[in-house]
């Protein structure tokens, strides 16, 4: 067996009670070196076999993950925040159900979640934004036509971008592109949730600048949206007018 195990965001108690029994209980742990908290290494059987998937190809997980199988062994496959966003994982699924590999996947916190935990931040707020695209900057992965981010961003909505840090100077000229101004409000979260965590709220036209400044290049990521600084619409959810499955309207009069 193979559990996909999302690490969290980096503090290592942000790891879900789940992730962290399946580290307790693993022979084998395939971690992603370059973002997992090694801490949560520390939770693993002694005699758990560890390796870092950052030297590794995919040919080598797999490998690895053969081997564990063939000696009836289980295999944790850490990866960082949730599994789910940027994670790779599909390509290794593929390649599991062909050699009859039985896969879980247990979900965990995205670094998109710890960002807007750090900066106090409602992604979806009335009258502001009730959306959340999720997207990157098209680097050596290249983006399919429809989701260039200067199209997104005609959307005007919240909008969480992975992978860019260094890429800022595009991304500003992108999101004016499609009709953001410069003065939209942006924030840089580097580290969300790690002991060196740090973040900058600056606008659309001052984010390059700003991690230029703050010498970040990786590890961070890029919000944009009216829901840093806004006006907005309280809630129909807690509003006394407004019935729901647990309140009536007339209960809270
Ligand atoms: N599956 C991960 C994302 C992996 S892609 C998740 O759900 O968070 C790697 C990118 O995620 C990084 O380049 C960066 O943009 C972002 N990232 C991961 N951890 C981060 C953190 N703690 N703080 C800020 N950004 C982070």
């Given at each position: 067996?193979v559990?996909?195990?999302?690490?969290?965001?980096?503090?290592?108690?942000?790891?879900t009670?789940?992730?962290?029994?399946?580290?307790?209980?693993?022979?084998?742990?395939i971690?992603?070196?370059?973002?997992?908290?090694?801490?949560?290494?520390?939770?693993a059987?002694k005699?758990?076999?560890?390796?870092n998937?950052a030297?590794?190809?995919l040919?080598?997980?797999i490998?690895?993950?053969k081997?564990?199988?063939k000696?009836?062994?289980n295999?944790?496959?850490l990866?960082?925040?949730?599994?789910?966003?940027?994670?790779?994982?599909k390509?290794?699924?593929v390649?599991?159900?062909?050699?009859?590999?039985?896969?879980r996947?247990?979900?965990?916190?995205?670094s998109f979640c710890?960002?807007?935990?750090?900066?106090?931040?409602?992604y979806?707020?009335?009258?502001?934004?009730?959306?959340?695209?999720?997207?990157?900057t098209?680097?050596?992965?290249?983006m399919?036509?429809?989701?260039?981010?200067?199209?997104?961003?005609?959307?005007n909505?919240?909008m969480?971008?992975?992978?860019s840090?260094?890429l800022?100077?595009v991304?500003?000229?992108?999101?004016?592109?499609?009709?953001l101004?410069?003065?939209?409000?942006a924030?840089?979260?580097?580290?969300?949730?790690?002991?060196?965590?740090?973040?900058?709220?600056c606008?659309?036209d001052?984010?390059e600048?700003?991690?230029?400044?703050e010498?970040?290049k990786?590890?961070a990521?890029i919000?944009i949206?009216?829901?840093?600084?806004?006006?907005?619409?309280?809630?129909?959810?807690?509003?006394p007018?407004?019935?729901?499955?647990?309140r009536?309207?007339?209960?809270?009069k």
């Open positions: 067996m559990d996909f195990v999302g690490a969290g965001p980096g503090a290592e108690d942000l790891i009670v789940r992730g962290m029994k399946l580290i307790e209980n693993a022979d084998q742990i971690y992603a070196g370059s973002l997992v908290n090694k801490e949560l290494l520390k939770y059987k005699d758990c076999k560890v390796y998937s030297y590794m190809t040919e080598e997980v490998k690895a993950i081997a564990a199988e000696a009836n062994k295999t944790v496959r990866h960082t925040g949730d599994p789910s966003i940027y994670g790779a994982i390509e290794q699924m390649i599991l159900e062909k050699e009859n590999i039985k896969y996947v247990c979900p965990g916190v995205s710890a960002a807007a935990a750090s900066l106090n931040l409602e979806t707020l009335p009258d502001v934004s009730q959306t959340v695209i999720i997207t990157r098209e680097g050596r992965t290249k399919p036509e429809k989701e260039d981010i200067s199209l997104l961003a005609k959307h909505c919240t969480v971008v992975f992978l840090a260094a800022l100077g991304l500003t000229e992108k999101l004016k592109k499609g009709g101004s410069g003065d939209t409000p924030a840089i979260v580097y580290k969300a949730s790690w002991p060196d965590e740090k973040k900058f709220i606008t659309v001052e984010l600048k700003t991690a230029e400044r010498n970040i990786n590890t990521l919000i949206g009216r829901v840093l600084n806004s006006e907005f619409e309280r809630s129909k959810l807690y509003d007018s407004f019935s729901t499955m647990f009536n309207e007339s209960d809270s």
